[in-house]
């Protein structure tokens, strides 16, 4: 009896995460057609296909909707950026760096809907999302900073301000992902870009010698 029990509340949890899932789905699909800030409560119901109380049962209202989304896209940036290996035998610190750009770059790029709804519509969207986005992003710079600063250390770098240098390779990610979400041709190739955008940031533009 327990194990029908058991097996009742799983089938159970599983429709209800199926249903979830839809929605965000749904929500998502329309916020690219529509734009979040068109996009209403019951313009997500009529592409989910369910009723309005459903969709209370799972989300307070859109703004709930979008955060869950920029949530489940953030995990998945955050666990691509990894702290500087300093270990002896580590991969070199611009292999390291390679690395970090590409996996960022594909995660936008596997997630491009909701990257270019942020980027399109990135004033607005609430103070939540901005705290959220922000904190990305300090991570990110920090990470930066220091690969900068192990760089340094190591001689691999000239001396530098790395904060500032920091910031500037960030803001070069940053804009490579805004002029990819915002092109209307899908084809990217996330290692040429990965490779170019490090291969600026640490060669510049003048030849070497």
Request: with cysteine; charged share 30%; glycine share 8%.
């Amino acid at each position: 009896m327990r194990g029908q029990v058991d097996g009742r509340t799983l089938r159970a949890e599983a429709r209800r995460e199926n249903r979830r899932s839809a929605i965000l789905e749904a929500a998502l699909r329309t916020f690219g057609e529509k734009g979040f800030h068109q996009t209403t409560v019951a313009d997500i119901i009529q592409a989910a296909g369910i009723a309005r109380g459903t969709f209370y049962l799972y989300f307070e209202g859109k703004s709930a909707i979008f955060l869950e989304l920029l949530d489940r896209l953030l995990v998945e940036l955050r666990a691509s950026i990894v702290g500087v290996d300093r270990k002896e035998g580590a991969p070199p610190l611009s292999v390291q760096l390679d690395t970090i750009v590409h996996r960022v770059l594909r995660t936008v790029a596997d997630n491009r809907l909701l990257s270019t709804i942020i980027i399109r519509e990135a004033v607005g969207l609430g103070d939540e999302v901005d705290v959220r986005l922000r904190l990305f992003y300090q991570k990110l710079l920090r990470y930066i900073r220091l690969a900068l600063e192990e760089g340094r250390r190591v001689g691999l770098l000239r001396p530098i301000d790395t904060e500032v240098a920091a910031i500037c390779v960030l803001g070069s990610v940053k804009q490579l992902m805004e002029q990819y979400v915002m092109a209307e041709d899908d084809h990217f190739d996330v290692d040429r870009a990965a490779l170019a955008v490090l291969d600026f940031n640490l060669h510049g533009l003048l030849p070497s010698g």
